[in-house]
């Protein structure tokens, strides 16, 4: 009894203190009036190869141009002695070049090859990794092995095998090698040594402890910054790079399946860095559309993948001859279609086969297909109808993505937005990069859209503060968050949402901000990636009603605020975000519950900073992280301290 009448003298004490600090806001929460179901894939991740975001990033392979079929077939490379390049009789048609090694003469060095992998490669002190190559003996001699060391950033060996070349055909040769000091800087060396000659081929080196210690394997920190979010749906290979810079470098699926060493180079689309052009952003395909069904499955995921609809990118070709003839659209039609079979087909089919053929007999369950990017114009409707009619034909239950251009609003956007309706897509792509300002003042964007539409997919978006150098700062994330309650409070007409880019290398970047960063060793995770996760992890099951004098609650006096009731959790959550510097008192009457109903607080989070430039940076990776917090809830009250600048999720069981 006297903790309860503690409980009622707290209560009475902490509104005593917020009416003197300036008054309470009263929101109002209909507990009875549950609203539109919350999409399970609502929340998801954007991946693109843009930022050495696969190559040198999430695909764990530490060497460049690992098959010698860059277009400056050394690039990445040092040689020394007796080296010479070969495309005669290749081992893997697809990457025809391949070194001859052979013992120098006696007045030369040694016969060598160093590989600086993507800006360096990073080794861990007692990490082992797995060398592999493909090696033939071409002029046999009695001994003949390479000696394969890990070099680091002073050029000394941290770690050394040997490996006998002993087979006149082409064979693969593994062998693993731990290193005895960390540094984010090394090298690959590797030495002939023998008489006669050898030919090697993809050469390769992988960590053995990669996400869920698959061969072909994804970088594991990286991985499970991914898992960690709880996405929804995972939309990719992109992005520009689907369109490619032009048809001959679209993004190719059906060159990324099958035997790895076999998939060809792709010239990246985003094949520069920030600072100078460097032309060394290549795609090995290494992780190609299997290994990306794979992660969506790993982390609970909706696959999402976007294929070409037959335009390079617009922003670099306005010529028409730059872009498939409707009229000639069949192959490109038949890539969409047997995706979709690589994906669903059973084993007996032509492509379900392959699919099997690469370990994964089972379907994904492939449930949506994006066609084309960031399209406009005539030129892209005219397309995307041939797309849909054959894929509505054969696959009647694939819900369609189709594009409303590379911004929010428009002559272009209210064209195609028109178009989408007119075509019934299933799902509308909605691109926008936007000062953070715009985010804010943006919190309202759907509570007006047509209910009778397609459905919306926030398939890019991130906020750009662009005063200061883009940055993801605290502003921005807060910027999203604020925006982010608009999209849950319109649950029932945007189904999807996901920030881009998601990766970016700290020492080779196109684009920024980006939702995680990383150097060879270590992972940066952003103030925007907190937001993000936060939502992915209380995105609840329908929409709760919560208003304040009547309405929603989508800037008034800096306030921002949705909610939701997660059936499985049995709770509502409410997100608040207080865009303003002084905080704010809240009362939420949780109106409507039957008589005897108890609420109790559940956990509650926040993410605060007094400081909107602020940023989470490799020396100081945990300045911006969200932080238990408390709230008070008397009766059927709710009472909380919206601190400024601040982002709170509630939970109210």
Request: net charge negative; glycine share 8%.
């Amino acid at each position: 009894m006297m903790k309860y009448f503690f409980v009622i003298f707290l209560a009475a004490c902490m509104q005593f203190i917020y009416a003197q600090q300036g008054g309470i806001v009263e929101f109002e929460l209909d507990t009875r009036k549950i609203g539109a179901a919350v999409q399970p894939y609502m929340w998801g991740i954007f991946f693109e190869d843009i930022n050495f975001g696969a190559d040198g990033g999430l695909y764990a392979e530490l060497v460049k141009n690992r098959s010698f079929d860059f277009p400056q077939n050394l690039m990445g490379w040092r040689v020394a002695g007796d080296v010479r390049l070969r495309s005669d009789n290749p081992p893997f048609p697809n990457n025809p070049v391949y070194l001859q090694l052979s013992a120098p003469d006696h007045d030369k060095r040694r016969t060598a090859i160093d590989n600086e992998g993507f800006r360096g490669i990073g080794y861990k002190k007692d990490e082992t990794y797995r060398f592999s190559v493909w090696a033939k003996r071409e002029i046999p001699a009695e001994s003949q092995k390479l000696v394969v060391e890990l070099i680091n950033s002073r050029n000394d060996v941290i770690g050394r095998q040997e490996l006998s070349i002993d087979d006149d055909t082409w064979k693969l040769y593994e062998i693993t090698i731990k290193a005895n000091e960390t540094d984010a800087k090394g090298r690959l060396r590797i030495f002939y040594v023998g008489q006669g000659s050898i030919c090697i081929d993809h050469v390769s080196l992988f960590p053995t402890d990669t996400w869920k210690g698959r061969k072909n394997g994804l970088r594991k920190d990286l991985a499970q910054a991914l898992y960690d979010l709880n996405p929804g749906v995972f939309r990719f290979p992109g992005g520009c790079i689907v369109e490619g810079t032009d048809l001959a470098t679209r993004y190719d699926w059906k060159k990324s399946v099958g035997q790895v060493e076999n998939r060809p180079l792709n010239q990246n689309r985003w094949n520069y860095t920030h600072s100078r052009h460097d032309f060394d952003y290549f795609q090995s395909y290494g992780m190609g559309f299997y290994e990306f069904f794979l992660l969506a499955k790993d982390i609970g995921a909706e696959p999402l993948p976007i294929v070409s609809v037959g335009l390079a990118c617009q922003f670099e070709n306005t010529e028409e001859h730059a872009h498939v003839p409707v009229a000639e659209l069949g192959p490109y039609v038949q890539d969409a279609l047997d995706l979709i079979e690589f994906a669903n087909g059973p084993a007996t089919s032509t492509w379900g086969k392959v699919r099997t053929e690469m370990g994964h007999p089972e379907p994904f369950d492939l449930k949506f297909i994006g066609i084309g990017n960031e399209q406009w114009g005539k030129e892209y409707p005219e397309r995307l109808v041939v797309f849909i009619e054959a894929i509505r034909a054969k696959y009647p239950n694939i819900k369609i993505i189709g594009s409303s251009g590379p911004g929010p609003d428009g002559e272009r956007f209210d064209y195609l937005w028109t178009e989408m309706k007119r075509l019934k897509v299933d799902l509308v792509d909605e691109h926008y990069y936007r000062p953070p300002q715009w985010f804010l003042d943006n919190a309202a964007r759907y509570d007006t859209y047509d209910r009778k539409s397609p459905a919306v997919f926030a398939g890019e978006y991130a906020s750009h503060d662009r005063d200061n150098g883009r940055e993801n700062n605290y502003l921005s994330a807060l910027s999203e968050a604020a925006f982010m309650t608009g999209l849950e409070r319109n649950a029932d007409i945007v189904h999807m949402c996901t920030y881009a880019p998601l990766f970016a290398h700290i020492d080779a970047w196109q684009w920024k901000p980006d939702l995680i960063w990383f150097d060879n060793l270590n992972v940066l995770k952003t103030p925007n990636y907190y937001v993000q996760q936060l939502y992915g992890h209380n995105a609840g099951s329908h929409v709760a009603p919560i208003t304040w004098n009547k309405k929603p609650i989508a800037g008034q006096d800096g306030l921002y605020a949705s909610a939701v009731w997660d059936e499985n959790e049995k709770c509502f959550i409410v997100k608040i975000v207080n865009a303003g510097k002084e905080d704010k008192n809240i009362r939420i009457n949780l109106n409507g519950a039957r008589r005897g109903a108890v609420f109790t607080l559940g956990d509650c989070v926040k993410m605060q900073n007094n400081n909107l430039q602020a940023i989470n940076t490799f020396e100081q990776p945990f300045g911006i992280v969200p932080q238990k917090t408390t709230a008070l809830i008397d009766g059927n009250v709710l009472t909380i301290n919206a601190e400024g600048q601040s982002f709170g999720i509630y939970k109210i069981k």
